[in-house]
């Protein structure tokens, strides 16, 4: 194999390697990603995308895919939050919808993306070796007829909670797993069941279960329906059983975790959905050893459901841009670190809200049900509400990036303005399709426009008008996180000022003068 043959190997063709994989080719980064399995996998693990990545793929116009291949859209109303339900149906705009995409669907529509951009997934490619010196990272493969090696200049381990490319670096992952499995089931709907208006169900020869979670001393059951015409179910018990996720769950499983928890045999139609979950705690230290980086669950694990691969997706989406600067000659000295310090921060929120869910879903005493009671009326206020969805979402994250002009959007999710522009109106979404940073000036500030001008090979410049203009001008990176905002009516000198540090400080010297 020639040295040269990707700028990037992406270990791992799940959500997160192949998202990094659409990523780094917007980019321009030749990208190999190294994939042990020979087919796309089948397993029912996530039943679809939800907070802020959904956003993001908007921002790529890409969106549109992703509802297309979807079985079903609509806003988060009530969403399960350590074993009591947070109701959103009171706030005016939900904090966040849900897609869902089972992720064998997603996985196989994220590779067509990969390999239309141009990425080359190498499946039946185990890595078993790595090692990396001052120039290059060079990993040992197992492939489908002979092992092989290959070289890069950067290699990402987007390679699971059980990541070799983590242990083969020793990246340390400190943590717990909790002795607690999840099950969880979508059925159709048997003949002896029916399903009441206000989700509860009527079973004959059972009686009526309530919507909602039933706690019993042997556990959590929980009944609930997004679809009429399926009836979903849930169980937690305390278990240390150490479960592989690629191991699916059968329905017998399911009816005896039921008979154990709820002292019941239910009826069930056929199966269309069944999963089994165990919980972990756990965060490696670094992001980044030298020229090896880790993305997604290689990197963190989450105690909670539903939150693991918007947290992936988006490392991935903050890595490619700075892969891309590294390889391309002009990044900043210590652009590359602020992945980690980026990341690890918005994976500690994630798992701040993740484990406080443990905390409210374990316990079983009087103690624990006043705690989830009090939540629960706490979150009967919009502000708190509207917190909490935030955090789920994740898009209560603001990096901490250098902000002199103390502006409250730096460092935050670039709000998707509606635009009115010479050439007609637009969007933020739009100006960012091709993942490229855009400076956008909202003020018409001609000294501002001179100053980035400098970096136009490098950067798109537009300029437009808005509503309740939030800045005179805004720097959004990439990754449409906002690098620099000038306040409204920002004075020209402290403007100009701070845009030429943060056009340096993000996108290197002017490429005229380099
Ligand atoms: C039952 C279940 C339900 C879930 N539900 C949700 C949900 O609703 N929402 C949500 O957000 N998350 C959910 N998750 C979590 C979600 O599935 C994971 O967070 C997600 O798969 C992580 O993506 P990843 O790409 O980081 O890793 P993975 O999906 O684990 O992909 C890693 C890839 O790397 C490959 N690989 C491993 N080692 C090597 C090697 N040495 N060489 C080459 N390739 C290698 C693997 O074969 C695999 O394809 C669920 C998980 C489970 C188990």
Not at 472 to 493: F, G, K, Q, S, Y
């Amino acid at each position: 194999m020639e040295p040269t043959e990707a700028d990037v190997i992406v270990v791992g063709a799940g959500p997160t390697g192949l998202m990094l994989a659409c990523e780094l080719h917007l980019a321009g980064v030749r990208t190999l990603v190294l994939e042990r399995q020979r087919q796309l996998r089948d397993t029912p693990k996530a039943g679809g995308l939800s907070g802020q990545i959904l956003e993001l793929l908007h921002y790529r116009g890409l969106v549109d895919r992703f509802e297309a291949a979807s079985t079903a859209q609509a806003p988060a109303l009530r969403l399960p939050f350590g074993g009591v339900h947070v109701d959103f149906t009171q706030l005016a705009v939900p904090p966040m919808r849900l897609l869902l995409l089972p992720q064998p669907m997603l996985e196989s529509l994220l590779a067509d993306i990969a390999g239309e951009l141009g990425a080359e997934i190498r499946r039946g490619s185990e890595v078993v070796g790595l090692s990396q010196d001052d120039g290059t990272v060079t990993a040992d493969v197992r492939g489908s007829d002979a092992e092989y090696r290959v070289t890069a200049q950067y290699l990402v381990g987007c390679d699971g909670a059980s990541s070799r490319v983590r242990d083969l670096a020793d990246f340390p992952f400190p943590g717990i797993t909790y002795p607690e499995v999840q099950r969880l089931a979508q059925v159709t709907v048997p003949e002896s069941v029916t399903m009441l208006e206000n989700g509860d169900i009527d079973v004959a020869g059972v009686g009526r279960i309530p919507f909602g979670f039933t706690r019993t001393e042997h556990g959590e059951f929980a009944v609930g329906s997004t679809d009429p015409a399926l009836l979903g179910l849930f169980t937690s018990e305390d278990e240390t059983a150490d479960y592989d996720d690629d191991e699916p769950m059968t329905l017998a499983e399911l009816g005896e975790s039921i008979r154990r928890v709820l002292g019941v045999d239910l009826p069930f139609g056929e199966p269309v959905r069944l999963t089994r979950f165990t919980f972990h705690a756990r965060h490696v230290e670094q992001y980044r050893d030298g020229r090896i980086f880790l993305a997604g669950d290689a990197a963190h694990l989450f105690p909670a459901p539903g939150v693991a691969l918007n947290a992936g997706m988006i490392d991935s989406v903050n890595l490619a841009w700075k892969l891309s600067a590294a390889i391309g000659g002009w990044a900043p000295t210590g652009l590359l670190d602020t992945y980690h310090d980026e990341r690890h921060l918005a994976g500690e929120r994630t798992l701040l809200h993740t484990r406080a869910q443990v905390a409210l879903r374990r316990g079983h005493d009087p103690a624990a049900e006043a705690l989830r009671e009090l939540f629960l009326e706490l979150l009967s206020d919009e502000q708190p509400l509207r917190r909490i969805g935030a955090l789920i979402a994740g898009t209560d994250v603001r990096y901490p990036l250098p902000n002199p002009n103390h502006h409250a959007l730096t460092g935050t999710f670039a709000p998707n303005l509606t635009l009115r522009t010479d050439r007609g109106s637009a969007s933020v979404a739009e100006l960012m399709h091709h993942a490229r940073p855009v400076f956008l000036d909202l003020a018409d500030r001609s000294d501002l426009r001179l100053i980035a001008r400098d970096w136009r090979h490098r950067i798109d410049i537009h300029s437009a008008e808005t509503d309740r203009r939030p800045a005179d001008a805004l720097l959004i990176r990439p990754d449409a996180h906002i690098a620099w905002a000038a306040t409204v009516d920002e004075p020209a000198e402290s403007a100009v000022l701070s845009l030429r540090e943060a056009l340096v400080g993000w996108f290197g010297p002017p490429p005229t003068t380099s």
